[in-house]
């Protein structure tokens, strides 16, 4: 090691770093291609050009909060922090809230609403399926938003992950007969309306997620004492 080198060690300075080059231009840049593919989707079809900008405005959402359903299960595991999973369980809360009122609103309109003969059935398959995709999730680093965020973010993990994601799903789609005939079709099905009425359902789901929202604070208050 040569002397000028020890000396910089000793004094703490470091080489300066070259300036970072301004991401600005290409933000702008960025904003125009979306704005143009947002106009000629219009032409085409409003629903694809509203599609288009809620599918924008989600995924900067996402990215910037850093939501993500993978992070919900395993930071608790990993690290003790639940504060991910009580988000995730927030948003449950308000979702049921939205799905409950649009649903509802159809009930009374005479509309058909999904009750107990379009609920999938509970069954062995169910199991197996969320400890494939559990297990693949957290192997991957992120379940299929989050994927889909770091792919938008240039990570090579995620780009790897997404590709394996779309053949799992095509090979998932092809056998799903045989997996409806022998195990889906004989399990249990449970849609709480039909149990309970729509307002029974909704303080049910209310106390089931308000009781997950304190476990999970005591969780990490035990492991990580905050």
Not at 3 to 13: F, K, N, P, V, Y
């Given at each position: ?18 300036p970072k080059k301004s991401q600005i231009p290409y933000g702008i840049a ?42 919900s299960f395993r930071d608790p595991w990993i690290t003790g922090s639940t ?11 308000i979702t049921t809230i939205g799905f409950t009122a649009i649903k509802y ?122």
């Open positions: 090691m040569s002397e000028e080198i020890r000396s910089i060690q000793r004094s703490g300075t470091r080489t300066p770093r070259k960025l904003m125009i291609i979306i704005i143009f593919i947002g106009i000629a989707l219009s032409y085409k079809s409003g629903n694809l050009a509203m599609f288009w900008i809620f599918g924008i405005c989600f995924g900067f959402v996402l990215q910037k909060s850093r939501f993500c359903f993978t992070a504060s991910i999973t009580k988000a995730v369980l927030i948003a449950f809360a609103g159809a009930f009374i309109n005479g509309l058909p609403i999904p009750g107990m003969s379009y609920v999938v059935p509970i069954s062995f398959a169910t199991v197996i399926g969320g400890v494939l995709f559990g297990t693949g999730m957290v192997i991957a680093g992120g379940c299929a938003s989050g994927t889909l965020m770091r792919v938008g973010e240039g990570f090579m993990m995620q780009m790897l992950a997404l590709i394996f994601f779309i053949i799992g799903s095509l090979l998932g789609a092809y056998h799903f007969g045989f997996w409806k005939i022998n195990f889906i079709s004989n399990g249990p099905k449970v849609f709480l309306p039909d149990y309970f009425g729509w307002f029974g359902a909704v303080i049910i789901q209310f106390l089931i997620i308000g009781c997950l929202y304190v476990a999970a604070d005591l969780w990490q208050k035990k492991k990580m004492g905050a």
